[in-house]
């Protein structure tokens, strides 16, 4: 059985960190495409950042661009997004998740999903 877990979410003021971390077990992330998405308070839910471990290729949303950073850890076979000058409309529950996406930002197009973990931005 395939599982993704998030860890990592807290709360956190304005201008702060958090590093997110997305496992898995019974899968591999070689050669997938792992996502990380969002979604706020009565929003919907949004492409934040995707790594294609293949090659490394990362990718962002334009309202995160130069503040979070995607990576991967092979020996670890987690991901991780370093969030930094976190923003209050950062604020959301955070999902990573993982499959073959040819538009990395289309929800539709993962296969396995974790269950969220919470960030909260106070300003």
């Known amino acids: 059985e395939v599982q993704l877990v998030e860890s990592g979410g807290g709360l956190v003021q304005a201008g702060g960190s958090l590093r997110l971390s997305c496992t898995a077990s019974?899968?591999?992330?070689?050669?997938?495409?792992i996502g990380w998405f969002r979604q706020g308070p009565g929003k919907e839910r949004e492409g934040v950042s995707c790594?294609?471990?293949?090659?490394?290729?990362?990718f962002y949303a334009g309202s995160v661009k130069g503040r979070f950073t995607v990576s991967y850890d092979n020996t670890k076979n987690t991901v991780y997004l370093q969030m930094n000058s976190l923003k209050s409309e950062d604020t959301a529950v955070y999902y990573c998740?993982?499959?073959?996406?040819?538009?990395?930002?289309?929800?539709?197009?993962?296969?396995?999903w974790g269950q969220g973990t919470q960030v909260t931005v106070s300003s």
């Open positions: 019974g899968f591999t992330f070689d050669d997938y495409a």
């Open positions: 998740a993982t499959g073959l996406p040819w538009a990395w930002s289309t929800a539709a197009q993962y296969d396995y």
């Open positions: 790594i294609r471990t293949s090659d490394g290729t990362t």
